[in-house]
């Protein structure tokens, strides 16, 4: 196919040309209803593509001329069987790969830190989890990918497992070993689906690692808009094989995309396609080398520590993508918290993510020399600063951590109902320490690592606890509860 075409975004371009009178949704009317000073600001151009699915234009729900082109064209790029754009993110894709793969009360094996997402998709779908625990790195405190050999134990151990789904790569960059697990998981002849969010620019740059596509996933997710140039909410769904049932997956898509889906957004990702697989290669060698010199520039200053290459092989590291800096700023003596704060009070940088040890700061096609400078000079100038916190005085957060084993996770508890029904349940609010026996209905994870070790079904344990008031006197953050400070927590009415 030509790789140049961007058959979808000149179908908008032809309808603007042609200067059809508009009395079809959106009601702005490409823009002459719109308020102005956002109009001005927007620009026409956006307006004027801002339209509906119609003859000539195509519908996403239903493709038959252009989409179905731009779908395919993309479908060639990632060497995928059929390729499907999403306007709700990759937590769409998340849900629509669990809606086509798993019945009510099907196993599927999932890691335990994956995003929030996966968590719709099991509530949705009804499924039974299997969680896995990932390779936790007490050095870095970080947790990485799930190893080949964790999905083999797993399938061992359950035999009736439908499916594995793997998250490849994690926040911090970090790739899992795509290709054996491939062939573990399709030898016990189940099905292989890929979170890979984070990777959807792997497919188009050797040095970067293998691509869910290229490792032959039945199903994966990219978020085109995080890593390339689409607009937010921007992602694709890419399928392989005969393993799916394409008319289920198709059913599922219809159902939960827009019947007024973002033309501007969707065109944006016929667009990125384009980029990718015309220019691709140059645009990433550029960015590759501006994120390694740049990791090598901060890792020269004193207290500062960015991974790279010298981790590879470590449990859960199978490889690397090096247009992500993971920034470890406890040698500095701030957390990665108050690094970020500082970083955008006094340098006016915003980085992706700050964890209690680490700031992530992405590199993409559209990151500049001159921005890649300001963040090296910047941390420059941190560590020339008087230390602001002792992290490593008795009563300090990191010391707390430290003493007690820091990332010794708990065992996973036992699952007492499905996410689903816990979910739906009736819940009530008790107090945490008095839980004890009851049966968790919202999600509980210290951060970081990030890692649930309550997920809505589990029955709360006496360690679990215990483990869960240390972690929150050491000053550690806990994502997902009703409660911030971990008080009352939801459990499901008896
Ligand atoms: C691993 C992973 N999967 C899925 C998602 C959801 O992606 P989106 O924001 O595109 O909906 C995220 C978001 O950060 C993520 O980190």
């Given at each position: 196919m030509d790789q140049t075409k961007t058959p979808y975004f000149q179908a908008l371009l032809d309808y603007v040309d042609s200067g059809v009178i508009p009395f079809h949704t959106p009601g702005h009317m490409q823009g002459i209803g719109m308020e102005r000073s956002f109009r001005e600001f927007v620009g026409d151009n956006i307006c004027a593509i801002d339209l509906t699915p119609m003859p000539g234009i195509d519908d996403l729900l239903q493709p038959t001329?252009?989409?179905?082109?731009?779908?395919?064209?993309?479908?060639?790029?990632?060497?995928?069987?059929?390729?499907?754009?999403?306007?709700?993110?990759?937590?769409?894709?998340?849900?629509?790969?669990?809606?086509?793969?798993?019945?009510?009360?099907?196993?599927?094996?999932?890691?335990?830190?994956?995003?929030?997402?996966?968590?719709?998709?099991?509530?949705?779908?009804?499924?039974?989890?299997?969680?896995?625990?990932?390779?936790?790195?007490?050095?870095?405190?970080?947790?990485?990918?799930?190893?080949?050999?964790?999905?083999?134990?797993?399938?061992?151990?359950?035999?009736?497992?439908?499916?594995?789904?793997?998250?490849?790569?994690?926040?911090?960059?970090?790739?899992?070993?795509?290709?054996?697990?491939?062939?573990?998981?399709?030898?016990?002849?189940?099905?292989?689906?890929?979170?890979?969010?984070?990777?959807?620019?792997?497919?188009?740059?050797?040095?970067?690692?293998?691509s869910a596509t290229q490792a032959r996933a039945d199903m994966c997710i990219n978020s085109t808009h995080k890593m390339l140039s689409a607009f937010s909410q921007c992602a694709m769904l890419h399928q392989i094989g005969d393993r799916v049932r394409v008319d289920r997956l198709k059913s599922v898509l219809k159902m939960f995309l827009s019947t007024s889906p973002n033309l501007p957004m969707v065109a944006s990702l016929d667009v990125a396609r384009m980029q990718m697989a015309t220019n691709g290669a140059a645009l990433l060698s550029r960015t590759i080398d501006l994120a390694q010199e740049t990791r090598r520039r901060l890792n020269r200053i004193a207290g500062i520590y960015c991974f790279g290459e010298e981790i590879r092989g470590r449990h859960g590291v199978f490889n690397l993508d090096p247009t992500k800096i993971t920034v470890a700023v406890k040698g500095l003596g701030y957390t990665g918290y108050e690094a970020s704060e500082i970083l955008r009070r006094r340098y006016n940088i915003q980085v992706e993510l700050a964890d209690l040890f680490n700031v992530v700061a992405l590199f993409t096609i559209g990151t500049?020399?001159?921005?890649?400078?300001?963040?090296?000079?910047?941390?420059?100038?941190?560590?020339?600063?008087?230390?602001?916190?002792?992290?490593?005085?008795?009563?300090?957060?990191?010391?707390?951590?430290?003493?007690?084993?820091?990332?010794?996770?708990?065992?996973?508890?036992?699952?007492?109902?499905?996410?689903?029904?816990?979910?739906?349940?009736?819940?009530?609010?008790?107090?945490?320490?008095?839980?004890?026996?009851?049966?968790?209905?919202?999600?509980?994870?210290?951060?970081?690592?990030?890692?649930?070790?309550?997920?809505?079904?589990?029955?709360?344990?006496?360690g679990l606890i215990d483990y869960l008031r240390l972690e929150m006197k050491a000053g550690t953050r806990i994502q997902g509860p009703y409660d911030d400070e971990l008080k009352i927590i939801r459990v499901v009415k008896e």
């Open positions: 001329e252009s989409i179905r082109e731009a779908q395919e064209l993309a479908a060639e790029a990632y060497g995928a069987d059929r390729t499907f754009f999403l306007i709700n993110g990759s937590t769409s894709g998340n849900q629509c790969m669990m809606m086509t793969a798993i019945n009510p009360g099907d196993k599927i094996a999932v890691p335990r830190n994956s995003h929030k997402s996966m968590l719709g998709g099991l509530v949705m779908s009804g499924a039974h989890p299997i969680y896995m625990q990932p390779a936790v790195d007490q050095e870095m405190h970080m947790d990485h990918c799930v190893t080949p050999d964790t999905i083999a134990r797993t399938l061992d151990e359950h035999p009736d497992i439908k499916a594995v789904y793997v998250v490849s790569p994690t926040y911090y960059g970090v790739a899992a070993d795509l290709q054996a697990i491939e062939r573990i998981v399709h030898d016990a002849g189940k099905l292989l689906l890929v979170d890979e969010a984070w990777g959807p620019h792997f497919q188009f740059h050797p040095a970067l690692p293998i500049t020399s001159d921005a890649a400078d300001r963040f090296v000079a910047a941390f420059e100038e941190l560590a020339r600063d008087e230390r602001p916190v002792d992290l490593y005085a008795p009563s300090g957060v990191l010391q707390q951590r430290l003493k007690k084993g820091s990332y010794r996770l708990p065992e996973i508890p036992p699952m007492r109902m499905l996410p689903r029904d816990a979910f739906l349940a009736q819940t009530e609010f008790v107090k945490f320490r008095e839980s004890k026996g009851r049966i968790c209905a919202e999600t509980i994870s210290p951060y970081p690592p990030g890692i649930p070790v309550l997920s809505p079904g589990e029955e709360i344990t006496d």
